[in-house]
């Protein structure tokens, strides 16, 4: 029944058209495992963390339930830190800073006692520590997902796409998909990128909601509109904890069942944009969870009889 | 019953990335007409040819029952010309040529005969020139829809701003939705544009769907991930002509019918891009219709039940 998370846990300054922030708590692994805190307890985490980590960061996470017994400390080291800005339409940004710092030897251990998961996450980080993981793990998850980005396509494509064959289910945003199968429509650039291994590919199109393929269906799950985006950092991953996080409770990786997981990633990822950072998605009840839930209902559903 | 539609029946000479065509049969209301004739068989146009309209696309369009006694020919003028080439993404154009042609001094005449329109389509066209065929109507429709797009606001905001304040339901893009309310949210910009007068606001998003907003709900339509989209223009009259001749065939507008409309009228829409101009949308049959709205439904619906 567990989850292992494996991902940056990172600072983050960020600016964008409404305001910025000082270095907050960030990193894929984050935002990941609380967003998945909400839908399983079981959530085990592999990353790396330098000496100038707040404890109170760590223990935020415990709370969530988390389990951070493979969150390496490294000693005399700083953590990851990324700081951007983000243009008027929040649809792009710029990279002002990229310290890797620990991430730069980062050795990823998965303690025995995480050796039980049985669905991975796999956050952004570079495709051989995402190999290395996967290697480590005696038996094979049932169920594998990767996230990755289009920084890994220009300087480790080769080892990027052995990593990717390894996998069940690609996230990735649509230029990431066009780039990664050299085709224009998603329909034709997800069959090529479903040959190349994974069996499910998830295009995520930021405000213009997701598609999920698998080789014989689609699926479509709007984004939320909301009166005010604030921040979109984290919301990728936000969305990728949601999904992993109701497959790991539901324990169903049907379609059918891919498609509800989509819908609460959405949900999730809809509360993260909202406020700067992780800031909305700590403490969130799960009636707040099922309200948000109900408007992508209200949002998307119709009743059509063809007959 | 009836339907009314009106706009322009002209000639489109179109290049995209995939191909060149000569002048062939275009104008918003031909395709709001050939879209609309899937679904309700009394439909009248009210518009604007010159002599050298060819007999055959009058024809071709009787043959879909569209009456045509509304259709002016001018004698010794041309019909409105527009060339136009699309970008590599089709979601840009630039305008080679606009003739306006009979179009310039356009007096629409409502035969008596369509006086007991129900339902009542504005093609794009300018507003004064909507405004008259409202005004000319004896008995106010059940439904009047409005399209218009950006020119308009640039050149005749009052006009504009004056015809939408008395139609029921208004659609535009998203682009137009922010230049008209001057709010980026699409939330936003809906809750000022319906301020304006309409009960209904749809926001074309192309590929991306369709939003239909009223001033409690919001709805979304995804468009459907098509292999190759070769021609993108008529796609927004086409989804109009689907959605106005869907209200009319169930005389229902309710929300709820609204959301149904809205699913047909992008299930026309997506026969339309798949091929240039008109061509994809002459013809077709109810079960290839029905069958690609089985493919909304298969694309968007998912199943959760929070309890």
């Not at 909400?38 to 960061?57: M, Q, R």
């Not at 030897?105 to 303690?111: A, G, R």
Request: charged letters at 20%; a negative charge.
């Amino acid at each position: 029944m567990s989850l292992l998370v494996v991902g940056t846990v990172a600072f983050d300054a960020i600016e964008t058209p409404f305001g910025k922030t000082d270095k907050i708590l960030g990193g894929a692994a984050t935002y990941i495992a609380l967003s998945a805190s909400y839908f399983t307890k079981k959530i085990n985490l592999v990353s790396v963390v330098g000496d100038d980590f707040p404890n109170e960061n760590i223990k935020m996470l415990q709370k969530h339930e988390v389990n951070t017994d493979g969150l390496q400390i490294i000693k005399g080291q700083k953590t990851f830190f990324w700081a951007g800005k983000y243009h008027n339409d929040l649809n792009n940004r710029d990279t002002i800073t990229t310290e890797l710092n620990v991430l730069e030897h980062f050795n990823p251990v998965v303690p025995e006692a995480y050796q039980d998961c049985e669905f991975l996450m796999l956050g952004n980080l570079s495709p051989q520590v995402q190999q290395q993981v996967i290697t480590q793990l005696k038996k094979r998850p049932k169920l594998i997902v990767l996230d990755t980005m289009n920084f890994w396509m220009d300087i480790a494509l080769p080892e990027l796409t052995k990593t990717i064959s390894m996998v069940d289910v690609l996230t990735i945003n649509d230029a990431e998909a066009r780039q990664l199968s050299g085709e224009y429509s998603l329909v034709k650039a997800a069959q090529k990128i479903l040959a190349m291994g994974p069996k499910y590919l998830i295009i995520k199109k930021g405000e213009h909601g997701a598609l999920l393929f698998n080789k014989e269906q689609v699926f479509f799950a709007p984004a939320l509109p909301l009166e005010d985006v604030f921040d979109p950092t984290g919301a990728g991953d936000t969305f990728a904890g949601g999904f992993i996080g109701y497959l790991a409770k539901t324990q169903d990786i049907s379609f059918d069942n891919m498609k509800r997981a989509i819908i609460f990633g959405s949900a999730m990822a809809s509360f993260c944009v909202e406020k700067f950072g992780t800031e909305n998605i700590v403490g969130l009840t799960e009636k707040q969870v099922h309200k948000r839930v109900q408007e992508f209902i209200d949002l998307a559903q119709f009743d059509i009889s063809l007959v």
